[in-house]
């Protein structure tokens, strides 16, 4: 089993910046990926950005060259660091842990204000 719990939400204006941090316990060398999904209203959940234990990294087209992901592997913590924000980035973002079973945070929530 892993836990994971996400800090670091809140409320910003458009261009500012937060950073995310997501705290893993548990069962933590089953994971081989880490990473953020968002939710905003009405829409599905989608990919924002990941991170393999070898250090690949993926990021939506949406919010490549303002976002940044990286791990802390000492901490067992995943950060995003989210620079530029848009109204469109609120959501709520959910840590996701993955290996042989998919795990998930309970999200913390972003708010963008123009």
């Known amino acids: 089993q892993v836990r994971l719990v996400e800090s670091g939400g809140g409320l910003v204006q458009a261009g500012g910046s937060l950073r995310l941090s997501c705290v893993a316990s548990?069962?933590?060398?089953?994971?081989?990926?880490m990473g953020w999904y968002r939710q905003a209203p009405g829409k599905q959940r989608e990919l924002v950005a990941d991170r393999t234990t070898v250090g690949t990294t993926t990021y939506a087209d949406s919010v490549k060259g303002r976002f940044v992901i990286s791990r802390d592997n000492a901490k067992n913590t995943v950060y995003l660091q989210m620079n530029s924000l848009k109204p469109e980035d609120t959501a709520v973002y959910y840590c996701d842990a993955r290996g042989p079973m998919d795990y998930w945070g309970k999200g913390t929530l972003v708010t963008v204000s123009s």
């Open positions: 548990g069962s933590i060398f089953r994971v081989n990926v």
